[in-house]
T-cell receptor, first 114, second 111 residues
Framework: EAGVVQSPRYKIIEKKQPVAFWCNPI?????LYWYLQNLGQGPELLIR????????DSQLPKDRFSAERLKGVDSTLKIQPAELGDSAVYLC????????????FGQGTRLTVV | SQQGEEDPQALSIQEGENATMNCSYK?????LQWYRQNSGRGLVHLIL?????REKHSGRLRVTLDTSKKSSSLLITASRAADTASYFC???????????FGAGTTVTVRA
């Protein structure tokens, strides 16, 4: 069974440019998470979806970040415009449900803004 | 902001020794989970302990949970070089089901 797939693995962009990340969760997983991880830190939740509904986006900087999960399967996370401080690893994870279930993580997208 | 805090931040041990790390959290939880992250890789789930459980074992891993103290510990017995990684605790919030991670403990196992 394929795991959580993210693309691209690496992205280098200039500041003020837009960027998008894509995530394909494990088949049948209703819950999808986007996390941001800075070097030496733990993942910080940006947004959580239950099927196609964003149930927790309280930590998503909505002035520049947006996300969508069409048909409750794949998801994209977009930053426009990117800032230097957005350089980090963006992790996608999925789980069967939102309670008492483990999360499966993708390899992440390492974003460098120059 | 992060819900959990791991202690110590870093740990260096000899192969064959045991490694213990602790996690403290602030709010009520449904469960607490431990994850491992090797350098430059994704996070891998190790073990989940529910709020009504006190201890759980999985292979060389032993996890305890004390909800009265809002703390958990992860013990890795007979460590191996392959255990070198960062270990994170994650709490599943009782009210919001938010899976929140701590800053992690970096474990180095010396051959």
């Amino acid at each position: 069974e394929a795991g959580v797939v993210q693309s691209p693995r690496y992205k280098i962009i200039e500041k003020k440019q837009p960027v998008a990340f894509w995530c394909n969760p494990i088949s049948g997983h209703n819950t999808l998470y986007w996390y941001l991880q800075n070097l030496g830190q733990g993942p910080e939740l940006l947004i959580r979806y239950e099927n196609e509904e964003a149930v927790d986006d309280s930590q998503l900087p909505k002035d520049r970040f947006s996300a969508e999960r069409l048909k409750g399967v794949d998801s994209t996370l977009k930053i426009q415009p990117a800032e230097l401080g957005d350089s980090a690893v963006y992790l996608c994870a999925s789980s069967l449900g939102f309670a008492n279930t483990e999360a499966f993580f993708g390899q992440g997208t390492r974003l460098t803004v120059v | 902001s992060q819900q959990g805090e791991e202690d110590p931040q870093a740990l260096s041990i000899q192969e064959g020794e045991n490694a213990t790390m602790n996690c403290s959290y602030k709010t009520s939880i449904n469960n607490l989970q431990w994850y491992r992250q090797n350098s430059g890789r994704g996070l891998v789930h190790l073990i989940l302990i529910r709020s009504n459980e006190r201890e759980k074992h999985s292979g060389r891993l032993r996890v305890t949970l004390d909800t009265s103290k809002k703390s958990s510990s992860l013990l890795i017995t007979a460590s191996r070089a392959a255990d070198t990684a960062s270990y994170f605790c994650a709490t599943d919030g009782a009210n919001d089901y938010k899976l929140s991670f701590g800053a992690g403990t970096t474990v180095t196992v010396r051959a």
